[in-house]
Nanobody, 113 residues
Framework: QVQLVESGGGSVQAGGSLRLSCAASGSIFIINDMGWYRQALGQQRELVAHITSGGSTNYADSVKDRFTISSGKNMVYLQMNSLKPEDTALYYC?????????WGKGTLVTVSS
């Protein structure tokens, strides 16, 4: 089993910053990819940022130049700057291990105008 625990969510005003962290533990062999997704109320879950084991990254257009994904030993981070009210959502950590997806329970980010 693999467990993912997110932290770092909270409430901020527009223009502020937050840093999300996700710690992976359990039966971890090789993490292929790691990423952050988000789901706003009444909307589908969407990819925010993704990083491969080789360090390649990609971002949703809506967060480019504002968010930065990085990773460490069994950790993945999301630095979020210049936050906007439309970034309000439940943010989920995702890792792919041997082709299987694992998800955290999410951390809530609320951005007020």
């Amino acid at each position: 089993q693999v467990q993912l625990v997110e932290s770092g969510g909270g409430s901020v005003q527009a223009g502020g910053s937050l840093r999300l962290s996700c710690a992976a533990s359990g039966s971890i062999f090789i993490i292929n990819d790691m990423g952050w997704y988000r789901q706003a109320l009444g909307q589908q879950r969407e990819l925010v940022a993704h990083i491969t084991s080789g360090g390649s990254t990609n971002y949703a257009d809506s967060v480019k130049d504002r968010f930065t994904i990085s990773s460490g030993k069994n950790m993945v981070y999301l630095q979020m700057n210049s936050l906007k009210p439309e970034d309000t959502a439940l943010y989920y950590c995702n890792v792919v291990i041997l082709g299987r997806d694992y998800w955290g329970k999410g951390t809530l980010v609320t951005v007020s105008s």
